[in-house]
């Protein structure tokens, strides 16, 4: 069993940064493949970024390439999501999920753990 705690998300300008965190317990925490997904309000929830266990691989959704950089520290049980250049259209609700398969994947069904999500308002 994981527990996935986001935090980071808040208000901002568009073209500003911000930074998400994903906190696991466990101790298998490197064990999972991690992944980034947003949901905007009345549309599914999207994939945004994922890595592999060693933070080796990292997979991104062709509208965030080169903004948004995923990573993870596997000593601190965490994962981040570094957002650049951020865009209105970027306002979602993020979600961080884990993947105890550890194969990467875009679809959300692949993923066993979520966390409750954080907001992330980008006005223009």
């Known amino acids: 069993q994981v527990q996935l705690v986001e935090s980071g998300g808040g208000l901002v300008q568009a073209g500003d940064s911000l930074t998400l965190s994903c906190a696991a317990s466990g101790r298998t925490f490197s064990r999972y493949a991690m992944a980034w997904f947003r949901q905007a309000p009345g549309k599914e929830r999207k994939f945004v970024a994922a890595?592999?266990?060693?933070?080796?691989?990292?997979y991104y959704q062709d509208s965030v390439k080169g903004r948004f950089t995923i990573s993870r520290d596997n000593a601190k049980n965490t994962v981040y999501l570094q957002m650049n250049s951020l865009k209105p259209e970027d306002t979602a609700v993020y979600y961080c999920a884990a993947d105890r398969t550890a194969i990467t994947s875009a679809n959300p069904a692949a993923y066993d753990y979520w966390g409750q999500g954080t907001q992330v308002t980008v006005s223009s």
């Open positions: 890595i592999s266990m060693s933070g080796s691989s990292t």
